[in-house]
């Protein structure tokens, strides 16, 4: 488990950074946290790990998955957002969730019990407010992929 202290957008974002360059192609990642905590900051941070343009990073919340390459093809970062979905398997199924995360790091805003049946975690990331813009992210692999 490894907890870090961030006092800024920036740092939440480097954080991610810093994990993305660990990513293996199975990763699957649960960033949880109330909204505006920074989850899509620590993504942002994910896909610049991995080599993608951090620019085009944005909330998956109206498209559900974005996916965002490493210029090399090496790894492909799949980021979803289920905040606007019911959690139920069989919505997830309807848009075509299991199919779309084979094969790649995967970052799920908003999991749900559905979606850990689906696709149970290796990494999760818990991002709590702390003092001021301060937020304690809570890093912990819980599986090899």
Known sequence: MNDVLSGSPEETEDAGLRLGRELEQLDVLYLEGELGAG??????????????????????????VHEYAAPDGR???????????????ADLQAVGVPEALSGAPVAVEWPGRAIRRLLPPTIEVAIVRAQ???RRIRIRRLSPP
């Open 39 to 64: 989850k899509t900051c620590f993504a942002r941070g994910l896909a610049r790990g991995l080599g993608a343009a951090a620019r085009e990073v944005a909330s998956p919340t109206f498209a559900i």
């Open 75 to 89: 790894l492909v970062l799949r980021h979803l957002d289920l905040y606007r979905l019911e959690d139920r398997a």
């Open 132 to 134: 001021g813009e301060s």
